[in-house]
């Protein structure tokens, strides 16, 4: 069903911006729905994490991609 | 100097599956130059794994979509 998992984490320098970005991507990750993707979304201190299950390599780089766009938006928003 | 810090680990169905993803994506690994980041890419049994530290957001987003689209063509090639 999901041949392909697994868990990006991302550390940023403190926890406060961590958590801004974390809050920020945790909107469009309730609000986007996957099909071809199961994501667990998590803050753990100064990281973000990621776990995922993808039904295929184009919804493993599809999935990521929109996350990574996401924490790229708020990360420019705090000029990082 | 590195600000962000990541790891992404992706798990395939099996380890030969993984070695020839991971072979694949090596040879780009080593013939592009990154100036914004640094990563260590490796595989772990059914694992690749890519450790990276990053100068800033654009360098981030910019360094794993690469990685993400080199694991998906060699993905494609393997029907995955």
Redesign the interface.
Known sequence: MY???????????DEETARIIYESVLYEHKTVPYRRSRIEFMREGRKVVIQFLAR???A??GT??SY??W??VA??ALD?
């Open positions: 041949p392909i998992e697994g868990y990006l984490e991302i550390a940023f320098p295929d390599s184009s493993l780089r990521l991609n990574l766009r924490i790229k990360a420019d990082l």
